[in-house]
């Protein structure tokens, strides 16, 4: 099993200037690679990410020599983004998904970072030694044993992370007891579970949204290239990233739950991208981010040994009485409860699209070979 474990360090002045450096040449040789296998597909000539990477190597001296200054790493991780990135291409239009172009990475909006191998790096303790700048202290001890494999240096905010990825065995656990259960995930709460339980929505982005607008403000009224406007990118930065922390948090609680107590989980699948592009829902879709709260779950429940049924996108879960399966077809997002003209049954609309979704899931377990 391959896990990573993000830790937040605490560099020196001297060695955060040295993350910038290495993120910026990162930044550089990925646009030189895109640009020159885009030049080369135009004059109709087949290149690889191989011959980019040689012809890279041997003009670099000449023309690149301030590249020599970071680690050959940050080079060599550039080439693999870049390598991923038309991979991920590729493969979308295969498979008829929308997968864009690769794009030119810009510091305004690419996250600053860089790739490093597990034979230039160590770690002992609360440190980890970097090439070029040696012992960089880290915030806790490495939790995962095992061979490590990689690792990734990022900027948060204004802070700097280390992502350690580590290939383990699987530790072993107690299966889950808890029987099935049905999932309805949602804006208004965030699940509904078909045995009654709700989790709200803490819409976290909702509450910190009026100070983020100032921020916001603040900035797009500073001198550009001046020290002041920087400091108000950094103010603003930081609070975006105390945003997605509370989000996190909140999701890996729910999903921790949800992958130790329930043996069986019925979830519906969500096509997250479409829901995004209806325009009244899409800041409160984002807010919730249902897509990585899916993730979460179906990385847990592999772990713990959970089982994890999807329904169907166009599965009506919502509109069908969970008791005598009548479609009621004029229901609107305005109505939470759902009132069978059929069979008379009242419940709450949520638990009742849970339901459901649970029994979907178990009809279609019972199905599959």
Not at 2 to 18: C, D, G, K, S, V
Not at 89 to 116: N, T
Request: aromatic residues 8%; contains cysteine; positive net charge.
């Amino acid at each position: 099993m391959i896990r990573a474990h993000r830790l937040r360090l605490n560099p020196t002045p001297e060695q955060a200037h040295y993350f910038v450096c290495a993120s910026g040449t990162r930044r550089f040789v990925f646009n030189w690679g895109l640009a020159e296998m885009i030049k080369r597909y135009q004059a109709g000539e087949k290149v690889t990410i191989l011959d980019l990477k040689k012809q890279f190597n041997a003009i670099r001296e000449k023309e690149f020599p301030w590249s020599y200054e970071v680690t050959k790493c940050a080079i060599e991780g550039a080439f693999m983004d870049l390598a991923t990135a038309f991979k991920n291409f590729f493969e979308g239009l295969k498979k008829g998904r929308k997968v864009g172009f690769p794009k030119f990475k810009a510091k305004k909006r690419s996250k600053a970072g860089f790739y490093i191998a597990n034979d230039k790096f160590s770690v002992n303790g609360h440190t980890i030694k970097l090439p070029h700048i040696g012992e960089v202290n880290m915030a806790e001890e490495l939790r995962l044993k095992g061979k490590i494999l990689s690792a990734r240096i990022i900027q948060s905010g204004k802070w700097w992370f280390v992502s350690i990825t580590v290939e383990t065995m699987p530790e072993p656990r107690e299966q889950p007891t808890g029987g099935a259960v049905g999932i309805d995930l949602g804006i208004h709460r965030l699940a509904t579970l078909s045995n009654g339980e709700v989790f709200e929505n803490q819409r976290h982005l909702q509450k910190k949204l009026k100070r983020l607008k100032g921020l916001q403000k603040s900035l797009s009224r500073k001198q550009k290239g001046s020290k002041n406007r920087e400091k108000a990118r950094m103010k603003l930065a930081i609070q975006h990233y105390k945003v997605a922390c509370c989000r996190d948090d909140a999701h890996h609680k729910l999903t921790t739950y949800l992958a130790e107590t329930f043996a069986f989980i019925g979830i519906e699948s969500l096509n997250v991208r479409g829901m995004i592009k209806n325009h009244t829902l899409a800041q409160a879709l984002s807010d919730v981010s249902l897509g990585k709260l899916v993730t979460y779950l179906l990385t847990k429940a592999e772990a713990s040994g959970s089982k994890v049924v999807s329904v169907n996108t166009f599965f009506p879960s919502s509109k069908r009485c969970h008791q005598c399966h009548h479609i009621k077809d004029d229901l609107t997002l305005n109505d939470r409860l759902y009132e069978c003209e059929n069979c008379g049954m009242v419940c709450d609309r949520d638990l009742n699209a849970s339901i459901n979704i649970l029994q979907e899931a178990i009809r279609l377990s019972e199905s599959s070979p």
